[in-house]
């Protein structure tokens, strides 16, 4: 019998490889005049992070065979490792990222890169959505038997429709947030989809003033003890 | 000298500006590179694994089979996530990614093998 072709998988593979030579093309631009390494630096960040979108897509497509292993992760350790690498887009987006622990450090269990890549994205869309001149917030806290990680922003309120069919179990879907002008909604679906893998829930809150997403995960009781 | 085999012109082009001043031979697929063998031994090859034709394990395993090529130092230099992976039994030194790859570890393979 013929293997089924997963056709999202092949159009990720065919995407990823002009971004990866673009991103190779712009470090190649030797002896640029100092006003224009801003420029390459734009065009290494933005194809370094739609590669790493179209990787998280294909890691949707493999979530059912189950390769993601579950183990304890430390969240301060994720958090501060995507902390760290989007600082530099926030600070050239001229906005703010705060981050606040206020968990005990307890592990979850979780996958790693899974993980990573939801609080990866919930930051992005914080820094894309915040108005300007605000800060986005980090903010990690524990919830009973559970740590939740919490983004909050300062940009439009998510619309209602999103908002329920969050709260009623995720989004199975891309989902246009249609009062988030330029937005898929694929960041939120890929954390939508890695969070259900996790067991974790995702949810959001709106403000009058923005919103928070945010993921809660079960904690690890038995690594935890030796933390 | 340097083989790198990639069937991506543009990506190919950029692996070899990253190899500066080495002498460089390119391939869009395993069997050119194969026959180009035959002529004249490479230090090191730069080695992408989904080819048009034969793939780049097809060509690994190739090289493992022959006395004189087997030691060839190859770095694989994919997009497929072959992190944690342990090629060495095939004259595997290095695995790049080209997701995440920079010019200075290709030049660094270069320096070191060429």
């Not at chain 1, 429709?161 to 709260?167: F, G, L, N, P, S």
């Not at chain 1, 890929?190 to 403000?207: C, D, P, Q, T």
């Not at chain 2, 230090?43 to 087997?70: C, H, K, Q, R």
């Amino acid at each position: 019998m013929e293997s089924e072709v997963d056709g999202v998988l092949v159009a990720a593979h065919e995407l990823k490889a002009p971004l990866a030579v673009i991103r190779q093309l712009a470090f190649s631009l030797d002896e640029l005049a100092p006003q224009n390494e801003q420029i390459r630096s734009e065009m290494i960040q933005v194809s370094e992070r739609a590669i790493k979108q179209v990787n998280d897509l294909a890691k949707v497509r493999r979530l059912e065979d189950g390769l993601f292993v579950m183990e304890p992760v430390s969240v301060r350790a994720v958090c501060d490792d995507v902390s760290r690498e989007l600082i530099h887009l926030y600070g050239n987006e001229k906005k703010e990222l705060s981050v606040k622990y206020s968990n005990r450090a307890r592990l979850v269990t979780a996958n790693h890169d899974l993980l990573y890549s939801v609080v990866y994205n919930f930051l992005l869309n914080a820094m894309h959505y915040s108005n300007d001149e605000t800060k986005a917030e980090l903010l990690v806290h524990d919830a009973r038997e559970k740590v939740r990680i919490v983004v909050r922003d300062y940009g439009p309120a998510l619309p209602v429709a999103i908002w329920r069919r969050i709260r009623e179990g995720g989004l199975s879907e891309p989902t246009s947030i249609a009062m988030r002008s330029g937005s898929s909604g694929l960041g939120l679906y890929i954390a939508s989809e890695f969070s259900r893998y996790m067991h974790g829930k995702l949810g959001a809150v709106r403000h009058r003033d923005g919103t928070s997403f945010f993921v809660e995960l079960p904690v690890s009781k038995q690594a935890s003890l030796f933390v | 000298m340097i083989f790198v085999i990639d069937d991506d012109e543009l990506m190919s082009r950029c692996i070899v500006r990253a190899c500066r001043d080495h002498e460089v031979k390119e391939f869009s697929n395993a069997i050119d590179a194969m026959k180009a063998l035959d002529e004249k031994m490479p230090n090191l090859v730069f080695l992408d694994i989904l080819l048009d034709g034969p793939d780049g394990f097809a060509l690994i395993n190739e090289m493992a089979s022959y006395t004189d090529t087997v030691k060839i130092p190859i770095v694989i230099v994919s997009s497929l996530d072959l992190e944690g992976k342990d090629l060495s039994p095939y004259g595997v030194i290095g695995i790049l990614s080209k997701d995440s790859m920079v010019p200075e570890e290709l030049l660094a393979y270069a320096n070191k093998y060429d």
